[in-house]
């Protein structure tokens, strides 16, 4: 049973372009989602995350969206640059105080120049 | 950098041995957490130690098995290893509110290969 899904396994954009990446779930006890980027050889990085009492959050140029009624959450990088290529992972965990994350199987970001 | 070391990097052995992975959590860190990557796969949890005791279990197979010490790193011991035990095993940690939303932070990560 897949809790957290990202569809798309790739993506390739443009540098300067803006990159979309979507993540689905299906628990509705998950109130806490995050986004992590990972390079070929190094552990997942946080990028940012989002509560469930949000539909949005902004860190530079990442912002994530929640649509809690469709249980759908989405990664937007804009603009796009070459340093963003990578593995990025959608995660989710239920109730506060740090409890496991539930991953999404990762989509492959690849930005051309 | 995440603060988190994991060690060692790679480890080769073959079926039917047993390995031991090593995490040293962030300063200040309580909680670790391991996970599991398989080929072409999302990160799976295992099991999570708070302030040294076990707070969570996760798909954990019985041939593991983990724990956290008074200095707050973390052993993954694995036994048996079957060809299917090769992947990558990754640790994070965490501060621990339980008030707050809290991020975790891996390492980076060891490769375990079972011929």
């Known amino acids: 049973d897949q809790q957290v899904k990202q569809n798309s396994p790739s993506l390739s954009v443009q540098e300067g372009r803006i990159s979309i990446l979507n993540c689905d779930y299906t628990?509705?006890?998950?109130?806490?989602f995050l986004w992590y980027k990972k390079y070929p050889a190094e552990g997942p990085t946080f990028l940012i995350s989002?509560?469930?009492?949000?539909d949005k959050n902004e860190d530079g140029r990442f912002t994530v969206f929640l649509n809690k009624s469709a249980k759908h959450l989405s990664l937007h990088i804009v603009p796009s640059q070459p340093g963003d290529s990578a593995v990025y992972f959608c995660?989710?965990?239920?109730?506060?105080?740090?409890?496991?994350?539930?991953f999404g199987q990762g989509t492959r970001l690849t930005i051309n120049p | 950098d995440s603060g988190v070391t994991q060690t060692p990097k790679h480890l080769i052995t073959a079926t039917g041995q047993r390995v031991t992975l090593r995490c040293s959590p962030r300063s200040g860190d309580l909680s670790v957490y391991w996970y599991q990557q398989s080929l072409d796969q999302g990160l799976q949890f295992l099991i999570q130690y708070y302030n040294g005791e076990e707070r969570a279990k996760g798909n954990i197979l019985e041939r593991f098995s983990a724990q956290q010490f008074p200095d707050l790193h973390s052993e993954l011991n694995l036994s048996s290893l079957e060809l299917g035990d090769s992947a990558l095993y990754f640790c994070?940690?965490?501060?621990?509110?339980?008030?707050?939303?809290?991020?975790?932070?891996f390492g980076p990560g060891t490769r375990l290969t079972v011929l």
């Open positions: 628990n509705s006890m998950f109130d806490y």
């Open positions: 995660a989710a965990s239920a109730n506060q105080g740090a409890q496991k994350l539930v």
């Open positions: 989002i509560s469930s009492i949000k």
């Open positions: 994070a940690s965490s501060v621990v509110f339980s008030n707050h939303y809290n991020e975790q932070f």
